[in-house]
């Protein structure tokens, strides 16, 4: 039995996430719905293209991923669903999903054309939830839909590289649970234009030139436990999602907050890369 | 095998959701345990009968809803389940099950009357959960508790209709996770009074004189997408529940505010309809 | 097939439990996975100690709880599992198992040996996931790791207790999502030194000479509805953890806020009882 996940800006505390959940059941009594994130800062397009492209990758071929941020349709805003890297994606035009694509190449993409009996407010408690149900049955996408060539494209904020080669101009795309800022510059883009040179990186008026791979590398475990002073270090590093980022080693966000926070870094700010 | 959803005030950082949880898989292995909120305004029974009544309906016929929202059974707060509707509802008797029967019959009510055996503080995790299980397992409600002819009235602050038959003097009951402002006019009430007229409907110092049926009808497609400004509009529209709804088309929550706080407008605060 | 729970500081805005959830399915397709928190203040061992203490007794034998708080893998923090109470754990070996295990003698410790494929930043991708499917799929605990006799021991701020053994010292240990304060002083250490005694508990300014067994036992219901208040008020009582607790009886958090705020009783706070 596929799963079905999803992603969402509803929040937690309405009825809407149990009503789309009841939907499911009442429609595939044995499906398997997993929240992936239902706490999306509403219509933030880009807040959910990455956060799903953080998540899909973990889950099993086959599993189905319902998007219900900006999923009102208009006629701007069609139903599309895709198939992807074996996975399913099923959301409204919006962008979206092109955030998802440009990285792998889609296998199929149709427009959603089956008709909406009770004419939701919503696509998702209607065309998505008869979607997500048929292909989890083993259904195809070419009887729920009309085969597309195209979808809407967002580019998203690219790091911009200048003519010489030596500088990444980048910005944050993303505040985490733990205050964490992080750019839109990928591992790949910084080795590939950095090709093992040294470099600084500035965020701010803050200065890092290294790069770690994990947070408790900032640490020396030489010293002893009661001498030491890590906590809420400043460091650059790799994330789990292969982005560069910028974090405090377990600053307590209750207290004096985050990176984000202490650092006075803010979404769409600039992170620059400088290589000598 | 049935579905057993929750609807608390427990908020998701304890410990209490878990327990709730796992007490039922150590009853019984096979259930499909379903959140619908645990986000709940602490004690809050209209909230929670807000919540219930919109997400219920969605749900297929046996599932068993437990209601953890002012559980704590008394002399004057007795633990009763109903069969209502198909589906079956778990809580104390404490107004929150008579605001979902006044709009539909129950076909079975009982007190609940099995003993409690390790004393819980919260009959959630005690008897609540032995009921529903008990059903889950096929188990008739008489079995488990005393039939009742009535249950605690709570009668919910029902919109005024004036003598003369032309204005409806309403309130808000509901402020959703968009921040969106719900009032307790339901459409049919408004469509039963207003017969078609035209009207004006206040909210503070705001009025309106249209009520849409989605909010992208605020827009005008014709314009050019860099031209429009339509983020931020005030809109009257009936909800996905069917309650006429006070909102600002894609308000960014986070910086500027949704209709409750741009509005002002509160839990409790009237909101008039005129018909002329 | 085993329950899966999880437990972590992850939050539920970002791709992490998403990720870990995608992941458990992907690697063993029928897993029951099962929310305990992700709202664990970032790092906090004494409180992932606390929740998961009192979540764990309620779910079945053979359940396997995934730790995902401070589970960055270095010399210090070694990924640990351990059989205790007929349960499965899976953490790091930084004091918060010892927080269980202190209570209840494990059966079984292991520091986790398999290798991680793909070096996760995270212990919980990698190689915590590994190991619960392992457990889950039959396979015993030695076959993943070596066998050891010790864990990081972490001396919880016991309470206390003067050499006269008419006082016990205790402190605030956790604030519950009802802003209700919870001390370090058992219900059985209370019994074992009090032995029937009268006495004065001591929270700030505040002072209490009865323990309730339930919140509403503060309320005379022989006083009609109408006449009654008893909201606010406030009581010490031992909750469903068996623990001293300061509450407000239905306090409005919303509003006025509860016993933490209005009594100004913070984490780590002095609660004191003194017998007579």
């Given at each position: 039995m596929s799963i079905i996940t999803l992603t969402t800006d509803?929040?937690?505390?309405?009825h809407f996430v149990g009503a789309v959940k009841g939907s499911i059941y009442n429609e595939l009594e044995e499906a398997k719905v997993i929240d992936?994130?239902?706490?999306?800062?509403?219509?933030?397009i880009t807040q959910t293209a990455y956060v799903l492209k953080n998540a899909y990758k973990n889950f099993p071929k086959g599993t189905i991923h319902i998007i219900g941020v900006?999923?009102?349709?208009?006629v701007e805003n069609k139903p599309i669903a895709i198939l992807l890297d074996g996975q399913y994606f099923i959301g409204c035009d919006n962008g979206i999903l092109s955030l998802i694509t440009n990285e792998i190449r889609p296998e199929k993409m149709v427009e959603i054309t089956i008709p909406?009996?009770?004419?939701?407010?919503?696509a998702i408690l209607g065309k998505f939830i008869k979607v997500a149900c048929h292909i989890a049955r083993g259904g195809m996408l070419e009887v729920i839909g009309m085969q597309i060539d195209s979808i809407k494209e967002i580019v998203e904020i690219q790091p911009f590289i200048n003519s010489e080669k030596n500088q990444i101009l980048g910005s944050v795309i993303y505040i985490d649970n733990f205050g964490n800022v992080v750019s839109n510059i990928s591992k790949s883009v910084f080795s590939e234009i950095g090709k093992g040179r040294d470099f600084e990186i500035v965020a701010r008026n803050y200065r890092f030139t290294k790069v770690y791979k994990?947070?408790?590398?900032?640490?020396?475990?030489?010293?002893p436990t009661d001498k030491r002073?890590?906590?809420?270090k400043r460091l650059a590093l790799f994330n789990s999602a292969s982005f560069l980022e910028i974090a405090l080693y377990r600053s307590n966000l209750k207290t004096v907050g985050g990176a984000s926070v202490l650092l006075g870094l803010k979404y769409r700010d600039p992170i620059t890369v400088k290589f000598f």
């Open positions: 509803f929040g937690t505390k309405d992936i994130s239902h706490q999306i800062t509403p219509f933030s900006d999923s009102e349709i208009s909406d009996p009770e004419e939701y407010q919503f994990r947070y408790n590398e900032v640490v020396d475990y030489t010293i002073q890590d906590d809420g």
